[in-house]
């Protein structure tokens, strides 16, 4: 049974942008902290950002005032609007819990490259 599917990623030129989304099953979703993360070729996975599921978000330092994570409780859905997109932003990235994880989905990739 997938319980997150990630989508959004594509190509796109340094100072772009792109908006992921991860739709997840209710039960995973529901109340609970959500965070996106990325992992780059040859990297540990790392936390992006995550938001409350009253809507609070926070950010790791090397994305803060360039991303902005979100969600709609009724659609079981996160987002993520990504701007003045950077080469270093180039990873796969994935939604899970922020806490007790689930199996991770597939993940989206996002290229950032002139």
């Known amino acids: 049974q997938v319980q997150l599917v990630e989508s959004g990623g594509g190509l796109v030129q340094p100072g772009g942008s792109l908006r992921l989304s991860c739709v997840a099953s209710r039960s995973l979703f529901s109340g609970y902290t959500m965070g996106w993360y990325r992992q780059a070729p040859g990297k540990q996975r790392e936390l992006v950002a995550h938001i409350t599921g009253d809507g609070r978000g926070s950010y790791a330092d090397s994305v803060k005032g360039r991303f902005t994570i979100s969600r709609d409780n009724a659609k079981n859905t996160v987002y993520l609007q990504m701007g003045s997109l950077k080469p270093e932003d180039t990873a796969a990235y994935y939604c899970?819990?922020?806490?007790?994880?689930?199996?991770w989905g597939r993940g989206t990739q996002v290229t950032v490259s002139s």
């Open positions: 899970n819990r922020l806490h007790q994880r689930a199996d």
